[in-house]
């Protein structure tokens, strides 16, 4: 039962596909497992479509008409995925964007120390984005921090509360660059969150400013 998700301008960007990749997969694993935003995202589609049947048609060349069809060959050849995905183990808890890259299992993936109570698995991320998990133990307090861009993370397990309320596995906290938050993991179990940033974090602290080139934050 998700409470928090992605701010309704989020979606539409997401369905126009003009998120920068690392905030789009965000979005994607949240949609997963939220049929309320699924269907957000649907009429936000449905829009975007009556808008383009108002365009006035424009002549196309050629080339770009050759173009379109090669990449509708491509995508033809997408379905291999829909194979493995039928062999899903009930208790898989990557979300399922993730699983070509890394498998079903978030205990199984190789966790990197970052500080006490922190660790971390970074994703590939084109640009200035950043994409990762973090693996929080319980009652772990973050550094206190703003942003320079957006920020999108999900839980996916366990749960944290900051400023802006109690996050539980399947919320999204979408962060506007105007945001400070400090968010402490409850306690329990470990809470494991994927996080997309679009730029750097900005932090209040001396000594985790010092450590973020380390952290890579
Ligand atoms: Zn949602």
Same mark, same amino acid.
């Given at each position: 039962m998700t409470t928090h998700h992605p701010d309704l301008s989020t979606l539409m960007s997401y369905s126009a596909g003009s998120l920068a990749d690392a905030i789009a997969t965000v979005v994607a694993a949240h949609l997963s497992v939220c049929s309320h935003c699924r269907q957000q995202v649907q009429e936000a589609e449905l829009i975007g479509i009556s808008l383009l049947e108002e365009l006035e048609p424009a002549p196309m060349s050629d080339r770009a008409k050759d173009d379109i069809l090669a990449l509708l060959d491509d995508t033809e050849q997408a379905p291999v995925n829909s194979r493995q995905e039928q062999n899903i183990p009930d208790d898989a808890d990557v979300p399922?964007?993730?699983?070509?890259?890394?498998?079903y299992y978030l205990d199984d993936l190789h966790w990197r120390y970052m500080a006490p109570g922190l660790k971390q698995f970074v994703l590939p991320a084109s640009?200035?984005?950043?994409l990762r998990l973090l693996k929080i133990a319980p009652g772990t307090c973050m550094p206190s921090h703003g942003h320079t861009g957006s920020e999108l993370t999900m839980v996916l397990r366990g749960s944290y509360s900051d400023e802006l309320g109690r996050f539980c596995a399947g919320d999204v906290a979408d962060l506007d660059p105007d945001v400070?938050? =400090? +968010?402490?993991?409850?306690?329990?179990?470990d809470c494991i969150c994927l996080i997309a940033t679009d730029a750097p974090l900005r932090f209040n602290g001396l000594v985790?400013?010092?450590? =973020? +080139?380390?952290?890579?934050l």
């Open positions: 399922a964007p993730f699983r070509p890259l890394l498998g640009g200035s984005s950043n400070q938050h =400090q +968010p402490v993991a409850d306690t329990g179990e985790p400013r010092l450590l =973020q +080139p380390f952290f890579q």
